[in-house]
């Protein structure tokens, strides 16, 4: 067990649709992470965030957004969503964003979007 | 910009027999090197990390890695594997002055009884 906790599991809906997915870091880390884990394009980063404020940004697509709250919990809102958002989303969190930090994973929410 | 290869999709290896899962990495800067493992419905575990120093990292369960910068590869290996092996590899690669890793398309390692 990582510390990371991420929710819901599973989450199943249509297209057009609009989710949002939580993860919660370790406990004292800062920076929170998210990827997109999908059969086509493998593993991506998708955003940084680092004690609120986004840090870096990669294939995160216009119809994707997160935040960062005050208490350092972190959403991911996907929106428009299409066939090809299907994909496993993981969160990872270190300690100060720095680049020699290790990036801790939780579990993953699976996304399926039928 | 940086890359990974990792030319091995799936490794099949009998139980306590030796195994090499390669990486290749590809950038124009200095880089941090790691693996990640991920077991069956499972989220990805730091199995080592190449940071700076020795370039012969090891991890708790029998794993280790050599950063060779000439041929710019971290091949992950371990000399008898066992049952529990059996998951998904993935190298990745951070450059020394980003935060996001990139990670490679993974090895499948499947260990035969």
């Known amino acids: 067990d990582s510390g990371v906790t991420q929710t819901p599991k599973h989450l199943i809906t249509a297209t057009g649709q609009r989710v949002t997915l939580r993860c919660s870091p370790r406990s004292g880390d800062l920076s929170v992470y998210w990827y997109q884990q999908s059969l086509d394009q493998g593993l991506q980063f998708l955003i940084q965030?680092?004690?609120?404020?986004?840090?870096a940004k990669g294939n995160i697509l216009e119809r994707f957004s997160a935040q960062q709250f005050p208490d350092l919990h972190s959403e991911l809102n996907l929106s428009s969503l299409e066939l090809g958002d299907s994909a496993l989303y993981f969160c990872a969190s270190s300690v100060a964003g720095q680049p020699s930090d290790t990036q801790y994973f939780g579990p993953g929410t699976r996304l399926t979007v039928l | 910009a940086q890359s990974v290869t990792q030319l091995d999709s799936q490794v099949p290896v009998f139980e306590e027999a030796p195994v090499e899962l390669r990486c290749n990495y590809s950038s124009s800067v200095s880089v941090y090197l790691f693996w990640y493992v991920q077991y069956p419905n499972q989220g990805l575990q730091l199995l080592l990390k190449y940071l700076s120093g020795s370039t012969l990292v090891e991890s708790i369960n029998g794993f280790e890695a050599e950063f060779n910068k000439s041929q710019t590869s971290f091949h992950l290996r371990k000399p008898s594997v066992h049952i529990s092996d059996t998951a998904e590899y993935f190298c990745a690669v951070k450059r020394t002055g980003a935060n996001n890793l990139f990670f490679g398309t993974g090895t499948r390692l499947t260990v035969i009884p």
């Open positions: 965030y680092y004690n609120g404020e986004e840090r």
